[in-house]
């Protein structure tokens, strides 16, 4: 009873203050006019071709951002568990480092990285002859959300693959399943829940990533994020701001719903999150 | 358990003390003003004088933007006697009858202000009843001579100019931009006209490839680095990226021959204040020609004073940015509060967002 009573202040200050109550708050902006229920900012958004370009931007970088991770991350991971214990701890020392500085600092390196005069510009330059500048442009946005988000996939992928029982690899090679069979057959399978939550951990927080966008987008690559901001900021108009951000919110959870989903026809191993 | 009590009681003791000094020396001291400014606007040795020559002292809290000031001067509790909005946000002030009137036999030296500013500030402060103008500057068009032809120079155009593909900064701010698109075409840059506000939003997303970047800030270390030809600026802004210390010295200003957008920076004292007349004796301080010189080489923006011109340093008083000729300034507009209107630029704005 006594444990219970340490988590009330949680539930019963914190929670509501700045959780509950900014949803209520985003809520009733996207649903009330001048106190009257109403249905016209949903309309507006869906109706005018203002809003959606955005989404649209966003879901493609988080879905490119994801399936880059996967297919980058999936075999670092791979080697790190078959790697011993102390050396996989130093490696993946490595991947975690960068994450101990701030995000927007990170940003702010490839912003210096990619710009004109800069070592990507010096790369091309002496690759093709031609120096070519991609900060502004949505390729810039990519690279450093991928740069970003990759020890999101590898951490849970490591930890799953980490975890899986080696003799089920070893029967399959007894009873003759070749190198790919064995990967497709066995392994594959066995490292979903750790692919269900890498995937959940890129592309949720890629398609509402904001700082990256905006600062290396050049104004010109928009995100949903930065949208929702300048409703609210730029114009003063929280209405549209907050249908905009509960259609995020919605988008999050349908995309919640279908790992989790996925994660139950395929799981048998019980593996959660990490 | 006794000793847990008395340590919280302490820190929560400390706290509330650490509350109220800075409260204390904000507000009770008779011979002190607070004045609400914008950061590093202010050269700071003139505190130092003033104090020096009247014995009172001036508190500064920085801002960053208009909408700040504007929030904190429409509380009712204001504690600040002076601050520096800009004109719409003096104009809102004034309507919301935030302002007192000024005392102007406390301010010999506004004979120092120039008669032609005076009547643009009219138009936002009819009689200059609320506010004296402190500083200005125009929207304009800041170039890189290396990179840039003579011959393409002189209007809007150049924005819009084909050949410099890629090479173009536009500024990301919805009634600057807009404003650029709208004296192009020659129309108002309040304008309330539908049609108009959507042509003219259709013109900045007519090619999206001509723009390198949308950019605020961002735009001072692009320019001074060579990283763009041409950029849409303010003027004080140019200035400080022409300074030939810190910035670029290829770097020159026009505004355009269509018209622009001219902005006053103006003092104001809020109405809740009971120091007028120390805030009055202030203002009177900054108008003085040799303090305004001074101030003026500190902040690099261009000044109403009549006086200050005659005793600036080579840089400033050859920098086009600085120096705008008269008939420029005349053909400029100021920004008015558009109240509900605004609406239709935010409209317009969305779809440049999303194009563009």
Known sequence: MKRVRLSYPYIFVWMPIFIVAPMLFVLYYATFRNGSFTLDYVKQVFTTSNYLPALWTSIWIALVTTAVCLILGYPVAYILSTMKKRTAALVSLLFIMPMWMNMLLRTFAWKIVLDKGGVFASITEFLTGQPSQILYTPAAVLIATIYDFLPFMILPLYTTLMKMDKSHVEAARDLGATGVQTFTKVILPLSVPGIISGITMVFVPAMSTFAVSRMLGGGKVKMIGEVIERKIMEQNDPAIGSTLSILLIILVLISMAIMNKVDKENSSTGGTLW | ?356
Request: net charge negative; aromatic share 10%; charged share 25%.
């Open chain 2, 1 to 356: 358990m006794k000793k847990f009590v008395s340590l919280i009681l302490a820190a929560a003791m400390l706290m509330a003390l650490a509350a109220f000094i800075p409260a204390l020396t904000a507000c009770d001291s008779s011979k002190t003003i607070n004045l609400l400014n914008w950061g590093e606007y202010l050269d700071p040795e003139l505190k130092t004088e003033f104090k020096k020559r009247t014995g009172i002292t001036v508190n500064e809290k920085p801002v960053t933007s208009n909408e700040e000031m504007l929030q904190l001067l429409e509380a009712d509790d204001c504690p600040y006697d002076l601050c520096i909005p800009s004109d719409y946000a003096v104009q809102r002030l004034i309507k919301g009858g935030k302002l007192a009137e000024i005392n102007y036999d406390n301010i010999p030296n506004i004979k120092n202000i120039d008669k032609k500013y005076i009547d643009i500030t009219n138009g936002f402060d009819p009689g200059n009843k609320h506010s004296v103008p402190y500083t200005w500057g125009v929207l304009g068009v800041l170039y890189n001579t290396t990179m840039v032809d003579e011959a393409d120079l002189g209007s809007w155009d150049l924005l819009w100019n084909e050949k410099y593909k890629g090479e173009i900064l536009m500024y990301d701010s919805i009634r600057d931009a807009m404003a650029a698109a709208l004296s192009r075409k020659g129309y108002s840059l309040n304008t309330v006209n539908e049609a108009e506000i959507n042509e003219a939003a259709n013109d900045l997303i007519a090619d999206p490839s001509l723009y390198q970047a949308w950019v605020t800030d961002e735009v001072k270390e692009i320019m001074i680095g060579g990283g763009a030809a041409i950029a849409l600026v303010y003027s004080g802004d140019a200035v400080w990226m022409m300074d030939p210390e810190e910035g670029n010295t290829d770097l020159e200003f026009y505004v355009p021959k269509e018209g622009s957008n001219i902005y006053f920076d103006n003092f104001v004292i809020p109405v809740n204040s009971k120091k007028n007349e120390l805030a009055e004796q202030f203002i009177n301080f900054l108008l003085d020609p040799e303090v305004a010189a001074q101030n003026t080489e500190y902040i690099f923006y261009s000044t109403p004073n009549t006086e200050v011109p005659a005793l600036l340093g080579e840089f400033l008083s050859e920098c086009s940015a600085f120096n705008i000729p008269a008939e420029d300034v005349a053909n400029c507009e100021i920004y008015k509060d558009l109240g509900e209107d605004i609406k239709l630029y935010n409209t317009a704005w969305d779809m440049v967002l999303a194009k563009r």
